[in-house]
């Protein structure tokens, strides 16, 4: 059945050695895209609650695939807003995309061995870049945010399903109809995870109170913190009433 397994057709944005102008026109339209989908909203909603606003006023963070580190630029002024201080390091296998961005703090290299001491930062955040990554890598992935958080892991990407499916391809019809990134969203879309998948993952990588959830249907939510801290953030995190947080099943 259509999307029940995980797409492996590679996306335009895993071709490293493709133009420079390429990778130009892709991020410029995925920053399009991510104004429409508000892709900073998960962390501005969930990181608060979480881990309550003391914790929040000065936190070291790593962005994994960060690309031009957009979402870090972005987290960073809105939190300075509220007097916090979020530093981030914005780390991307594609060295170009964060010249691009003139990311501060810019490392290259793989979510999948990263090149930090054990605990190097508070909190450790991807977004949608999990579903780049083979599903045989998943929890490399999982063990190595682990292993440089001291405190939190929080990912975010697409979650698989036909009504996000449908909704892409109509927004790409409107947003970017020939460009190889509204291609990109759509196999993006279908290299997506499920809740159940990421469970069974975060479990085999050791991080065995790790809560995962939808956000708004479209968005899957890993969050997890050492010392024992997530079984009681969590019900903080996803209140009802916010409309937030649709479903902990394990499709
Ligand atoms: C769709 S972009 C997302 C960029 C940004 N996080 C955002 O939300 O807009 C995915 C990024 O993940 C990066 N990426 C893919 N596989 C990676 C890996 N194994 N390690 C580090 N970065 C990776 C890609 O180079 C690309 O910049």
Not at 18 to 45: G, I, K, M
Not at 137 to 154: I, N, S
Not at 223 to 247: E, I, V, W
Request: hydrophobic share 45%; proline share 3%.
């Amino acid at each position: 059945m259509f999307l029940r397994q995980r797409s492996a057709q590679a996306e335009n944005f895993d071709q490293l050695a493709r133009r420079q102008s390429e990778t130009l026109l892709a991020f410029r339209d995925l920053d399009r895209l991510n104004a429409v989908f508000r892709h900073s909203d998960p962390f501005r909603v969930t990181l608060p609650r979480w881990l309550g606003p003391a914790r929040c006023e000065r936190l070291e963070i790593l962005d994994l695939g960060a690309g031009t580190a957009r979402l870090g630029q972005r987290l960073t002024a809105w939190a300075g807003q509220r007097g916090w201080r979020w530093r981030f390091t914005n780390l991307d296998l594609n060295r170009y995309a964060l010249e691009l961005g003139a990311a501060p703090r810019a490392v290259s290299g793989s979510a999948l061995a990263l090149p930090f001491e054990n605990g190097s930062f508070d909190l450790v955040i991807a977004s949608q870049m999990t579903h780049h990554l083979a599903t045989e890598a998943l929890v490399a992935h999982l063990r190595e945010a682990w292993r440089v958080t001291r405190d939190a892991v929080l990912l975010c990407d697409l979650h698989r399903n036909g009504g996000l499916y449908v909704l892409v391809w109509l927004l790409g019809r409107f947003l970017c109809a020939h460009s190889p990134t509204c291609a990109d969203a759509l196999i993006s879309v279908r290299r997506g995870f499920r809740i159940g998948e990421w469970h069974a993952a975060a479990r085999a990588a050791g991080l065995t109170e790790a809560r995962v959830w939808l956000y708004w249907g479209a968005r899957i939510v890993l969050q997890a913190r050492k010392h024992g801290q997530t079984a009681n953030a969590s019900s903080a995190t996803c209140p009802p009433a916010d409309g937030l947080c649709s479903s902990q099943s394990r499709k």
